[in-house]
């Protein structure tokens, strides 16, 4: 089961607030900011567990070998997305992890964390990778567990022309660790393209 963030929304009360921590309405309504005087429709919230569950949904049923290496989301607190893999699905005749696997770890995570901005903030878009570099600095002799950190301002700032220019281009770090020492270091460049109508 994934680790994700809390939603707290306490029953509204009149003159009071709700705390609705990066809550996307499902029919692309955004959530009040924190503090709001707007009671919240609990009803039509997406979790952050429903978001990740739907991912993961995601990877497996249009990106085959996403669910051949069993990737998984490990956790999500709003900023930091863990994925993981199974060693089993993806070693090499060394018994480490498959370079291939580390990479399309960390291409996913990258993928995963630009779907998850873009469903926070009621968007929709094909997400397509521009641009990669990655750098293998140690061996993998466990599970594959990549993480990706955000930035909000930085997300909110990639976003703010999309709607008129219908392109936005974010840029994600992620690392793999093995034990306490950063095995892999991956940049990609992410380019999201608004649906056509």
């Known amino acids: 089961m994934p680790r994700v963030g809390t939603l707290r929304v306490a029953q509204p009360r009149l003159g009071a607030t709700c705390d609705c921590a990066f809550a996307v309405h499902r029919d692309n309504v955004r959530a009040p900011r924190c503090g709001s005087r707007w009671p919240c429709d609990t009803g039509r919230v997406t979790t952050p567990a429903e978001l990740t569950a739907e991912l993961q949904a995601t990877w497996h049923r249009d990106i085959p070998p996403a669910a051949a290496m069993a990737i998984e989301v490990a956790g999500y607190d709003g900023r930091t997305l863990a994925v993981r893999a199974p060693l089993s699905a993806n070693r090499n005749v060394h018994g480490t992890a498959f370079a291939g696997s580390l990479f399309s770890v960390c291409v996913l995570t990258g993928w995963g964390a630009t779907w998850l901005a873009l469903r926070e903030r009621g968007l929709a878009g094909a997400i397509v990778v521009a641009d ?50 950063l095995a892999v270091a991956f940049e990609g460049t992410y380019v999201v393209h608004a649906p056509h109508s």
């Not at 594959?144 to 999309?162: I, R, Y």
């Open 132 to 181: 990669s570099q990655i750098k293998y600095r140690k061996a993998v002799s466990g599970d594959l567990v990549c993480h990706c950190t955000t930035e909000p301002q930085s997300l909110d700032a990639a976003f703010a022309g999309f709607a008129e220019s219908g392109r936005a281009s974010l840029t994600h770090s992620c690392t793999i660790d093995a034990g306490d020492k």
